[in-house]
């Protein structure tokens, strides 16, 4: 089973700011690998698939990049929507499309 | 892109059997992947296995593979996951989604999530 490793754990960004976050897999998932958000109390939400390609409706301060084992999510200037915990998952290992452990980002 | 709606909360006993449910509308639901993700309380996400209910094709996870069932009705557009004897440590948020990749490798929407809670 591939593990998907997110880090940091917790970030904090100021209103307007750049937001980095990274998830690492243990193995190579070439470019199948989606983030999703998931804002408190509610269901995830697709943001990204296809390491960069934004799922309908993702505003366009949110991007990802990366490819094989290590990839990023940024959001350009963080809006106050935007606190939630974000997840990465891979979908290249069948049958086990394993997730992240999720960073949760904050307002500072 | 339709839209997954989940039955409501339960609360059951160790040993109990559960059957949760996911009803799919505006789309053509045979067609499309579902997928059951778990989430244990205060913790991420962890992907169950999913089906295709046209021909209902299922995979299921190695870490779920003989705990739980899945299963699809196309002719009322609904999916399944149930347990036969349920225990403490299967309480968690339950969601299905829909396949927005290819091949069920991505998902959306997601429905809204089905709490169960088991304790003596």
């Known amino acids: 089973e591939i593990v998907m490793t997110q880090s940091p754990a917790t970030l904090s960004v100021s209103p307007g700011e750049r937001a980095t976050l990274s998830c690492r897999a243990s193995q190579s998932v070439n470019s199948d690998l989606a983030w999703y958000q998931q804002r408190p109390g509610q269901a995830p939400r697709l943001l990204i698939y296809?390491?960069?390609t934004r799922a309908t409706g993702t505003p366009a301060r949110f991007s990802g990049s990366g490819s094989g084992t290590e990839f990023t999510l940024t959001i350009s200037s963080l809006q106050s929507e935007d606190v939630a915990v974000y997840y990465c998952?891979?979908?290249?290992?069948?049958?086990?499309?394993?997730f992240g452990q999720g960073t949760k980002l904050e307002i500072k | 892109e339709g839209q997954l709606v989940q039955s409501g909360s339960e609360v059951k006993k160790p040993g109990e059997s559960l059957k949760i449910s996911c009803e799919g509308s505006g789309y053509s639901f045979p067609n499309y992947w579902i997928v059951w993700v778990r989430q244990m309380p205060g913790k991420g996400l962890e992907w169950m296995g999913m089906i295709y209910p046209a021909t209902s094709d299922i995979r299921y996870s190695p870490s779920f593979q003989g705990q739980v069932i899945i299963s699809a009705d196309k002719s009322i557009n609904t999916a399944y996951l149930q347990w036969s004897s349920l225990k403490a440590s299967d309480s968690g948020m339950y969601y299905c989604?829909?396949?927005?990749?290819?091949?069920?490798?991505?998902?959306?929407?997601w429905g809204q999530g089905t709490l169960v809670t088991v304790s003596s």
């Open positions: 989604a829909r396949e927005y990749c290819s091949g069920g490798r991505c998902y959306s929407p």
């Open positions: 296809a390491v960069s």
């Open positions: 998952q891979q979908y290249n290992d069948r049958p086990s499309y394993t």
